[in-house]
């Protein structure tokens, strides 16, 4: 069964750093562009970050480009969203998300559950 | 960046009704226009990709269409388990973008 689950999520102060991951299983992780998407509470989704199957190209939203890092290890397929200097504004569900195909000019198809990150004092 | 229009943002209707929804890019996106459902508290489910793809295992009365700048979700008989909210999302060009969603409520 394809499936990610996504983990790390919690409460940290304004300024702040962590780190979410997701678990990917079912697929063959290193051939699939990778997303991150997030929620903020009663509002629409908001694409933040991409990474190419290999991990040698990224994409960033503006609202996170310089502050978030999105990786990747093949090897444990598993991908990852490092967060710094964090905002009440991205308070939000983040959701890691399987592109269709290879590209990330693809729907998503795959999603996992959500790790809520709260950005708060 | 390509902003996505979805209309309505609500609509009442009943089951077994004809529900139609629209999304609307600001510049031609082909069609690579994808539509999701999200019921609360639920991860968004992928429903129609590059337009009018139905993805595997999405019951055939759901529909898409169109191709520039202007795509319709319809769902010809709106089931029990169709109250939802809605949303489609380009992926011609960065940064992707998603329409602001449209809710589905029983009437």
């Not at chain 1, 093949?74 to 991205?90: F, W």
């Not at chain 2, 609500?10 to 077994?16: D, F, M, N, P, Q």
């Not at chain 2, 139609?20 to 996106?29: G, M």
């Not at chain 2, 269409?65 to 795509?71: C, E, Y």
Request: aromatic letters at 10%; one cysteine or more; charged letters at 15%.
């Amino acid at each position: 069964e394809v499936q990610l689950l996504e983990s790390g999520g919690g409460l940290v102060q304004p300024g702040g750093s962590l780190r979410v991951s997701c678990a990917a299983s079912g697929f063959i992780f290193s051939s699939y562009a990778m997303s991150w998407v997030r929620q903020a509470p009663g509002k629409g989704l908001e694409w933040v970050s991409t990474i190419s199957g290999s991990g040698d190209t990224t994409y960033y939203a503006d609202s996170v480009k310089g502050r978030f890092t999105i990786s990747r290890d093949n090897s444990k397929n598993t991908l990852s969203l490092q967060m710094n200097s964090l905002r009440a504004e991205d308070t939000a569900v983040y959701y890691c998300a399987k592109t269709f195909s290879g590209s990330y000019r693809s729907a998503f198809d795959i999603w996992g559950q959500g790790t809520m990150v709260t950005v708060s004092s | 960046d390509i902003q996505m229009t979805q209309s309505p943002s609500s609509l009442s209707a009943s089951v077994g009704d004809r529900v139609t929804i629209t999304c609307r890019a600001s510049q031609t996106i082909s069609n690579y226009l994808n539509w999701y459902q999200q019921k609360p508290g639920k991860a968004p489910k992928l429903l129609i990709y590059s337009a009018s793809g139905l993805q595997s295992g999405v019951p055939s009365r759901f529909s898409g269409s169109g191709s520039g700048t202007d795509f319709t979700l319809t769902i010809s008989s709106l089931q029990p388990e169709d109250f939802a909210t809605y949303y489609c999302h380009q992926s011609y060009s960065l940064p992707l973008t998603f329409g602001g969603g449209s809710k589905v409520e029983l009437k």
